[in-house]
Each structure stands twice: as structure tokens, then as C-alpha cells.
């Protein structure tokens, strides 16, 4: 994008990857099948710079916990600075959106006025929102995190522009947005063709026909004196894909510019069903032409060399409830949509809180069994216990933060970490309506008054990177009371750990079964402890209710 000062440069063509939409017969990276990733709201998380506070200035009449609180880019790399992810065992950091929103807010009466400070009112898809920093920041941390070894995922959204607002946020052209039309979710057509919501602008992502640049993009840009860039980066792109200038396809290349500007590794994208399936294979295509674009310009700065990522929202979507019957199809009513064949390698697993009532040896077995042998085999799942806007969170009241956090970290598949759960940040906030109270303040605090479970946090989410097999490795029982369970890995990243959870006081003798040899050295790395494989059990004499055996090194 121009404001980085490379306008006019045609991309160089790739010629070795995959066509639009092929990756879906590929299974997925066991880096991202494991992935322990960690999902922050930006404003809510850390203010490392109250100078940007009020780079766009707002009244203060916002509901509660529905206007800007002063989290900020400078706040997640303070945070990475200090190691804190890593101590926590994260592979990848997931932001909200960065790009610009709007400036003003809607609604009234007893929510009070909302703000977008949760960064899903696009305004600008080109540009940092200032209340979040700049573009500079945004560099700073990439790099600081590939530096630590941790990818960046960013939130992205084509459905969608925000709300015009008293501030004098546009109304987009009738040519990108189409009139009030209100979702009913009845069918296809009624759940991509219409509003989401009367905040939102609906991008008209179904239409091929070519449109201009908005007027108020096109002053905006000349204003700032990016016009002739932003112009010619977009010849350049038209030119190399054939794509028509429809508003999806603008989209398409602004979303990836920031993949090669700035080497981004992954894109979380909103709204998934909303929007037809065939653009997401485009944005995953030309995202992963974006960063081995990148990865050439900056061999130094890379951290590691796992492909591109991508993980949609389907809402209400997750693995099927232990029966299979519907597989990995999403269904509108009249037509199904296997959204991994349109560019994702993981959808994120909105059933984990319900299927979390089954005892955990039952549910283990069932997202194993789905994920290396049923319907979602080789393909990617993000579990969580809380979310941003999941009404359903698992023990939101954080009674057994514990327990759950165990549950949610020895899972098949990759897990996401809520800013908070590792603290026992409440869901329940008084004074609050609606999604507000899963949004609450980081309070830094916590660290230290919550430490013990922190600290537990910590050892699950460190063995987890330390072993791929916890995620993506196939999956054994070796006793159900107390329960205890194998994860082995095999191919190029080859792996195999055993578990156990829920042992009772005074349990030492520990069966490791066939999954490491007599005379093995393992080590409890939650506890510390190592013992020797005798008769394909371990001892260990001061054993937790939780242990997690690996081959010392």
C-alpha cells in the first residue's frame, strides 16, 4: 500500500503455489493443527502509548464498556517484549482489526452509544486506525514477535463497511454497498445477500461488475498526498490477477497488502458465511503470494517457514455433536458449504463449551476421532472456552478456571486463549449489556493475585508448543480411571507424549502403555520429576492431579 512509499510496484509473479482453492486437498500444517493461539482485543489489552488516545476524538457518552478504553499496538509489544506469550507457550498471536474505523458511533437508550473500539467498522482498509497507532507500530510488532518466534493473525472482514455516523462517516457508493436489506437466514441469498445488522454496510461481495474508487476515498487519499500510489498499486494488481474492479476484489488486495508489507502470517476472517465462498480461496491465493513476496525481501525476519494461515468464523459452526451426520458442511437451508475447500485450513470450533459437559475421556475420544479419521481428518479446528462475542462461554463466572483451562489445553486440535482466561478475568461484568461483558479490561493485577493459575496455564500451554502431537497427533487411551491418554505424531515431525489428568492424591504408578519403551527417560514437565520406564509404567512419587510425560532430551 502506498503509505509505505513501494506505489506503482508491480507485484513479482509466483509461479509454485497452489491454485485458487486447491490447498483444501492438502492436509494441514501439524504447526497450525496444534497451534496454541493467543486472541486479544486491542483496545481492551494494554495502553502502551496514552498519547493516541484520543487521535480521534470522541464524547464521552459511550455505554458501558462500549467506547475506547486506550489499548493499543505499543501495549502487545510491550507484552512481547517482556516474553509474556512465550512464557504462556503461544505460537501465534490473533489481533482485532487494525485498519482504520469509523470515527462516530450509533445507538442510544439503555446500551448507551457504541464505539468501534472492537475494530469491525471498517472505514479504511489501507490505513492503521490512529487510536490504535501506526503503520510503523504495526512493523515494529512483526517483527518483534517474529523476533520471539510467535506469528501475527489479524482479524479481517470483506462483508462489510461501518455504520455512518454523526462524525461524518461516508455512506459507501450504492455500487459497493446495497441498500438496507435485513438478513433472515432463511437461505443462502437471505444470510450472505443483506445486512448483518442496521450498523453495517453490506459490500455487495456477490457482484462481478467493475466500479470506481469512492469519492471520498479518492479526496481522502489526494488529500494526504497517496493518491497516485494507491492508484497505481491497484493498475498493478488488476493487471497481474485479470480480476474485475469489483468491490471484493479491492478488498482483496488491500487486506493482502498488509500481508506484504509487513509479513503477517495469518488472517482470522469475520463473517465467513456471510459472504459467498469462493473469495475467501481468492484472499487465501493471493495472501500466500503476499508473503512468500515478503519472505523473499526479508529471509532475516522470518520465523520459520510455515505457510500462510487462515481461520474463518462460521458462527454457530463447530464439530458436529457426536454424531457426524452433518460432517464439515455448513448448511443454509438450500445449498451446504465445505468451507475448507475455499481456502481455510481451520474453522473455529464454536461447540467446545457444550461438548465440554461430556466427561472428558468421551469427548477427547470424539474430536480425535473426527480429526484424524472422520470428516475434519487433516484439517484444522480452533477450540475456545470464552470468546468476544459467544454469549455461551464455558464457566464465565471463572468457578473452576482450572479444570476448564486443563480441558481446553490437552484438546485435539488448536486452542484459543481469550486475553484473560489465563487470569480468571470474569465474564460477568456488572452494569454491562449484551456482548460488553465478555469485553472487559485486561486487569494487569491479576497477574500476580492470580498467579496460581496463571502459573498453570503456563505449564499446559508450554508443553502443548513444545509438542505437536497434543493437537494433531492421533489419539489412545491408556486408562480411564484415573484417565490417562497417548498422543503420538508420526511423518517429518514426528512426536509422542502421554497424559494424565484428574490423578488423585497419592497415584504414582503411571501407564505409559507401548508408547515408550522400558528404560525410556521421560520427565513430568508440569511437576518436574523424571522417571525410568519399567513394565510400561512410570513412577513418580510426588505426582500432580495433572502430568504430562515427555522423553528427556
Known amino acids: 500500500m502506498a503509505v509505505t512509499g513501494c506505489a506503482g510496484t508491480p507485484p513479482a509473479p509466483i509461479v509454485d503455489l497452489p491454485a485458487t482453492g486447491s490447498e483444501a486437498t492438502v492436509a494441514v500444517d501439524p504447526f497450525w493443527r496444534n497451534a496454541n493461539v493467543y486472541f486479544l482485543m486491542t483496545d481492551r489489552f494494554a495502553n502502551g502509548d496514552p498519547f493516541n488516545d484520543q487521535a480521534v476524538p470522541s464524547r464521552d457518552d459511550a455505554g458501558p464498556l462500549r467506547g475506547f478504553e486506550g489499548g493499543d499496538i505499543r501495549g502487545v509489544i510491550q507484552r512481547i517484549d517482556e516474553g509474556y506469550f512465550n512464557a504462556l507457550g503461544v505460537d501465534a498471536i490473533w489481533t482485532t482489526p487494525l485498519i482504520e474505523n469509523v470515527h462516530g458511533s450509533v445507538g442510544e437508550g439503555e446500551w448507551g452509544r457504541t464505539y468501534a473500539y472492537h475494530g469491525y467498522w471498517p472505514r479504511d482498509w489501507t490505513r492503521v486506525d490512529p487510536r490504535f497507532g501506526t503503520e510503523a507500530d504495526l512493523a515494529q510488532l512483526v517483527r518483534a514477535a517474529h523476533g520471539r518466534g510467535l506469528r501475527v493473525i489479524v482479524d479481517v472482514i470483506i462483508n462489510h463497511s461501518g455504520p455512518v455516523t454523526e462524525a461524518g462517516d461516508p455512506r459507501w457508493p450504492d455500487t459497493w454497498v446495497r441498500p438496507s436489506v435485513a438478513c433472515t437466514h432463511q437461505s443462502f441469498a437471505t ?35 497517496r493518491l497516485q500510489g494507491e492508484t497505481a498499486e491497484l493498475d498493478a494488481f488488476f493487471s497481474r490477477t485479470g480480476y474485475p474492479r469489483a468491490p471484493k476484489y479491492y478488498i482483496v488486495k488491500w487486506l493482502t497488502d498488509w500481508v506484504r508489507e509487513y509479513g503477517i502470517d495469518g488472517f482470522r476472517v469475520d463473517t465467513a458465511k456471510h459472504v459467498e465462498p469462493e473469495i475467501w480461496g481468492v484472499l487465501k491465493h493471493e495472501a ?90 487433516g484439517r484444522g479446528v480452533l477450540s475456545y ?8 462461554p464455558l464457566d464465565p463466572e471463572r468457578r473452576d478456571a482450572r479444570a476448564t483451562a486443563t480441558r481446553l489445553m490437552l484438546s485435539p486440535g488448536g486452542v484459543q486463549i481469550y486475553y484473560g482466561d ?132
Open 191 to 225: 444470510a450472505t445477500a443483506c445486512e448483518l445488522s442496521f450498523t453495517l454496510q453490506d459490500m455487495r461481495t456477490e457482484s462481478e461488475a467493475p466500479v470506481e474508487l469512492p469519492d471520498f476515498l479518492v479526496e481522502r487519499w489526494r488529500a494526504e498526498g
Open 385 to 392: 472456552i470464552s470468546s468476544h462475542d459467544d454469549m455461551g
Open 288 to 377: 500466500q503470494i503476499a508473503l512468500a513476496e515478503w519472505r523473499r525481501r526479508n529471509p532475516e525476519r522470518i520465523a520459520g517457514d510455515h505457510p500462510f494461515y487462515m481461520v474463518g468464523e462460521v458462527f454457530n459452526f463447530g464439530l458436529d455433536d457426536f454424531s457426524q451426520a452433518r460432517g464439515r458442511l455448513y448448511d443454509y437451508g438450500d445449498r451446504k458449504v465445505d468451507f475448507y475447500q475455499h481456502g481455510f485450513d481451520a474453522l473455529i470450533n464454536m461447540g467446545f463449551a457444550t461438548h465440554a459437559r461430556q466427561p472428558i475421556a468421551d469427548h477427547y475420544a470424539t474430536y480425535a476421532d473426527q480429526l484424524t479419521r472422520g470428516a475434519f481428518s
Open 422 to 553: 489465563e487470569v480468571g478475568r470474569s465474564l460477568v461484568i456488572p452494569g454491562t449489556l449484551g456482548d460488553a461483558t465478555l469485553r472487559s479490561r485486561f486487569d494487569w493485577m491479576a497477574v500476580k493475585s492470580n498467579e496460581e493459575l496463571l502459573r498453570h496455564w503456563q505449564r499446559l500451554g508450554r508443553f502443548r508448543h513444545a509438542h505437536r502431537a497434543v493437537g494433531a497427533g492421533r489419539h489412545s487411551e491408556l486408562s480411564r480411571d484415573p484417565y490417562v491418554f497417548a498422543r503420538t505424531l508420526d511423518g517429518e515431525q514426528s512426536d509422542r507424549v502421554v497424559m494424565a489428568v484428574g490423578l488423585p492424591a497419592g497415584y504414582t504408578r503411571v501407564p505409559v502403555g507401548a508408547v515408550f519403551a522400558d528404560g525410556t527417560l521421560l520427565r513430568d514437565a508440569y511437576g518436574a520429576a523424571t522417571a525410568t520406564v519399567v513394565d510400561g509404567h512410570v513412577t513418580l512419587e510426588h505426582a500432580k492431579d495433572v502430568v504430562l510425560l515427555e522423553v528427556v532430551q
